[in-house]
Nanobody, 123 residues
Framework: QVQLVESGGGLVQVGGSLKLSCVLS????????MGWFRQAPGKEREFVAR????????YYHDSVKGRFTISRNNAESTVFLQMNSLKPDDTGVYYC????????????????WGQGTQVTVSS
């Protein structure tokens, strides 16, 4: 019953901005936090950011600190990722996921995943 749908990806120039959205349906009883991950072709899926529903506490990968902001709207069960000053290395498929247990930094700690949305940063 749990479903996550990402949107907001696209093609942008270096230095541009995008705002991704992730809408969760089916309830959030089992989800303490939500995370964003990304995956470039031929590379491992990597952690980008996470946010706790209750406290709003956030964590970011060092490569996006100061450029990306994760936020949430609890009433709408929606998580956002505002991405500024985009670089070519930010290119990849971005996924949102519900946290289950374990380290926030590893995809194995998350159970439900969206289909992903493509972000491409070009010069």
């Amino acid at each position: 019953q749990v479903q996550l749908v990402e949107s907001g990806g696209g093609l942008v120039q270096v230095g541009g901005s995008l705002k991704l959205s992730c809408v969760l349906s089916g309830g959030i009883f089992s989800s303490y936090a939500m995370g964003w991950f990304r995956q470039a072709p031929g590379k491992e899926r990597e952690f980008v950011a996470r946010i706790a529903w209750g406290t709003g506490n956030t964590y970011y990968h060092d490569s996006v600190k100061g450029r990306f902001t994760i936020s949430r709207n609890n009433a709408e069960s929606t998580v956002f990722l505002q991405m500024n000053s985009l670089k070519p290395d930010d290119t990849g498929v971005y996924y949102c996921a519900t946290y289950r247990t374990g380290s926030y930094y590893f995809p194995e700690s998350y159970d439900y995943w969206g289909q992903g949305t493509q972000v491409t940063v070009s010069s």
